[in-house]
């Protein structure tokens, strides 16, 4: 079921989803930890850091099909904590808190997407044997 043309692409995209901000939080390091700051964030240098690289290497790993069922799981938690602590559109009003509240959803449909996915992948030791191996191949 995990190598359904449906699911490839879906676990592409949504790994592209993860990737390619990843990649921004480092091109654009300054204004990255500029909207963590006006969100009152502390210890935002790691913070940037951590996200980045969990959003690079989380979305290689899904593009690439490896512990895709962690991932996804991980990738739910994070959109939890983003939008709670980056689209608190609660705390807005006007034209920001419109384009908040759509953010806020948008990645409500992005976890929901992560869920399915989720459901539908195997799920792997994290024993260092094989690691690098798709979940199909070791599955």
Partial sequence: MTSSPSILIGRFLLG?????????KFADQA???DYMQSHEIGF?????WFA???NIIGG???????HVKFVAFGFVVYILIV????????????????????NFIKNL???AGLLVLAGVSPM????????????????
């Fill in 16 to 24: 592209l989803y993860f990737l390619v901000p990843g990649i921004m």
């Fill in 83 to 102: 939008n709670f602590m980056l689209h608190d559109f609660w705390t807005m009003s006007g034209d920001a808190a419109l384009r908040e509240t759509q």
């Fill in 60 to 66: 290689l790993l899904l593009i690439l099909g490896r």
């Fill in 124 to 139: 792997r030791s994290l024993k260092l044997d094989d690691w690098w191996r798709s979940d199909k191949a070791v599955g």
């Fill in 52 to 54: 980045g690289l969990t």
């Fill in 44 to 48: 935002t240098l790691p913070l940037l």
């Fill in 31 to 33: 204004g990255t930890l």
């Fill in 109 to 111: 449909g992005i976890l």
